[in-house]
């Protein structure tokens, strides 16, 4: 059975739980979507741009010394942080941005985190021509300075959200506001696998291309697939794309890595599948980190990309057929893994792809070295340096 | 019968519009609240709507997000809500309508919710995130208890979302007067009316219309084209303002007061 199903159900999951203002929008965007992923034009246009500008195909790098240092299974590093703009984000804000040159919506918003999603939606704004607003909260806005500058830098509007937790999912909120009140005029370019149909399926289709990609180098490396893939999960959309084009091989496992924050027992955290239960935020029924009366809940994560209540759909669907298997890390153990694979391998990763890092340290040395083991990197951390010398008491 | 369908006919009869108002359950506390139903009544309302404090409701604009803000402090769930409407059963029978994000009673379970809601006095449920294309987990209890579900239509609406969702929709259809979220700003009456005779043509069921109906002035120009006139953040503001002052209750009442004096048939 494909899926989602119709009504853009993952089993339970999914949904549509919107304003009726923006239901034609997403009957529209589906039915666009639908219409245009089957067109030899809009294929080759993506594939263009994801060659020629994105730099795809990018490189699944054998970790030599992180393997040799872990002392288990051989480790490969799927390098989405070498796409233009620094992460995965810019596959789905590329294929977004394309569509809405079939809908003929002369303006964009994006919600976003830890900015990688705002800098990937400046950018095709700018590349397209397009008028952008970004929406991001003003913790994040703190944490994540150079990249509200980037975003600036490149014509959009940052605007600061300073409600609830000021993080992704206030930023959110404002988003779909914003949404509502110029729907026919603005398209919204969501940045993971989450909210209303059909984004959620949308953009797992537009991030597949890394599991396309790391399906194909694995099999030409090694000859055969691995056992295990890694990646860590806030919405999950590098999660998903990863995962997808290996939903079918039952023997590889799969791994989703949550944001611990300071231990799961603490409170303060964004491990949804931990500590949350099915709810309905922003658009979609999915795990939700929520009290017993069904108010959401904050979160806490050193990586503000992972810091959010819920968790995209298709996720809870993995998590319940058991397909996925989810765990969190702490920030301590993200961090660890930052200077862990810095030194090991000379490659800085976001701290969100930290999170899988650290995972893979300690689920690699359980595994025998004959044994391969995929891990998403699915940004790099060149945008977290200065918070990681604020971590370590550093003044720069 | 239902009270909602008693007020919608008995105003049809006396050829007049239904003032439908509309509170933040617990703002500035349930107690108040109460107090403020039952003022709300004699100013003249027809119809009471209490908002179910959300801590994300992405629907609504900043006068009602810091209402639900206030509403959450002061200790405020749909269970005490219930409670709440079930205490004021024995003063009025006024038509209560409860507009709840789905979450709140996605988390207290539908069927039970639709119960308890009944079993306490609630007459119509509006749950802004949820199209009536998600509405089936409510829609067998709701029916079988005689709850109203009613749902929104906007000006981005399509014929055929019109046609499905004036069918869908019991008590009134809630026409949502701009492209935007609670609180904006009403500029365009005749096009209201345009389409709100374009939801006649599907439904015999009474619209009522909200979002940025704010002044006496807009209640009597919307209460022209449409069998209700709901008003939220216009009250709400005046709620914000008072909460704290001990004028809370006269200043409020005042305000419906003059709305449903602008109403009248001249």
């Known amino acids: 059975m494909a899926i989602p199903d119709r009504r853009g159900r993952f089993g339970p999951y999914g949904g549509r739980y919107v304003p009726e203002t923006l239901m034609p929008a997403l009957l529209e965007l589906e039915e666009v979507y639908q219409r245009t992923r089957r067109e030899k034009g809009f294929q080759a246009e993506l594939r263009h741009y994801l060659k020629e500008y994105v730099g795809r195909p990018t490189p699944l790098y054998f970790a030599q010394r992180l393997t040799k240092r872990l002392g288990g299974a051989k480790i490969y590093l799927k390098r989405e942080d070498l796409c233009h703009t620094g992460a995965h984000k810019i596959n789905n804000a590329i294929g977004q941005a394309l569509l809405v040159k079939h809908m003929k919506k002369p303006r964009l918003i994006a919600e976003t985190g830890a900015g990688q999603h705002g800098v990937a939606t400046a950018t095709v704004a700018a590349m397209f021509g397009l008028e952008c607003e970004i929406y991001m909260g003003t913790e994040d806005m703190q944490r994540q300075a150079l990249n509200v500058f980037r975003m600036r830098l490149l014509g959009s509007t940052v605007t600061g959200v300073d409600a609830g937790s000021r993080t992704l999912k206030d930023a959110i909120s404002e988003a779909m506001r914003d949404w509502t009140t110029n729907v026919r005029t603005t398209h919204y370019v969501l940045g993971s696998v989450l909210g209303a149909h059909p984004y959620p399926m949308m953009i797992r289709d537009f991030q597949s291309v890394i599991g396309r990609e790391a399906r194909k180098q694995i099999l030409a490396a090694e000859g055969r697939l691995p056992d295990c893939l890694i990646a860590c999960v806030g919405g999950g959309s590098n999660a998903m794309g990863l995962f997808h084009a290996f939903a079918q091989d039952k023997k590889v496992r799969m791994v989703g890595v949550e944001a611990g924050g300071l231990g799961v027992e603490s409170g303060k955290h964004a491990a949804r599948f931990a500590g949350g239960r099915p709810g309905v935020l922003q658009g979609t029924m999915t795990y939700l980190l929520q009290d017993e009366n069904g108010q959401v809940n904050l979160t806490h994560s050193v990586s503000a990309g992972l810091d959010y209540a819920a968790v995209g759909p298709e996720h809870s669907y993995y998590k319940e057929t058991n397909r996925a298997q989810y765990t969190s890390v702490t920030d301590d153990e993200a961090l660890a893994a930052f200077d862990l694979l810095a030194r090991e391998e000379g490659i800085m990763p976001a701290l969100e792809s930290a999170h899988a890092i650290a995972e893979v340290v300690k689920c690699a040395p359980t595994m025998k070295k004959s044994q391969v083991l995929i891990v998403n990197l699915s940004g790099r951390g060149d945008k977290d340096v200065q918070q990681v010398a604020r971590i370590k008491g550093v003044t720069l | ?266």
């Not at chain 2, 709507?49 to 629907?59: K, M, N, T």
């Not at chain 2, 409670?83 to 409860?98: A, G, M």
């Open chain 2, 1 to 266: 019968m239902n009270r909602l369908d008693q007020t919608f006919s008995r105003l049809k009869t006396a050829g007049q519009q239904a003032l439908i108002t509309y509170l933040m359950a617990g703002d500035p506390s349930l107690q108040e609240t109460e107090q403020l139903v039952l003022e709300l009544e004699r100013a003249g309302a027809d119809v009471i709507e209490l908002g179910v404090p959300f801590s994300y409701p992405i629907a609504d604009g900043p006068v009602i997000q810091k209402a639900a803000e206030r509403g959450l402090q002061s200790g405020t769930s749909l269970r005490k809500i219930l409670e709440s409407v079930r205490h004021l059963r024995i003063s009025t029978q006024i038509p209560i309508v409860l507009m709840a994000y789905y979450n709140n009673i996605h988390a207290l379970g539908e069927a039970e919710f639709c119960r308890l809601a009944v079993e306490a006095g609630v007459d119509g449920l509006i749950v802004p995130d949820m199209p009536a294309d998600e509405a089936g987990p409510l829609r067998g209890p709701a029916d079988a208890l005689g709850l109203h579900l009613i749902f929104l239509l906007a000006p981005t609406s399509t014929a055929s979302r019109r046609a499905y969702v004036a069918k869908e929709s019991g008590g009134f259809v809630y026409y949502v007067s701009i492209t935007g979220i609670t609180g904006a700003k009403l500029h365009d009456v005749a096009s209201v009316g345009e389409n709100v005779a374009k939801i006649r043509k599907y439904t015999k069921t009474p619209v009522a219309v909200g979002f940025g109906v704010a002044t006496p002035e807009d209640a009597a120009r919307v209460a022209q084209v449409a069998d209700g006139v709901i008003v939220g953040s216009a009250i709400v503001r005046r709620v914000g303002a008072h909460g704290q002052d001990g004028r809370l209750v006269e200043e409020v009442g005042a305000f419906v007061r003059s709305l449903k004096e602008a109403m009248q048939p001249v």
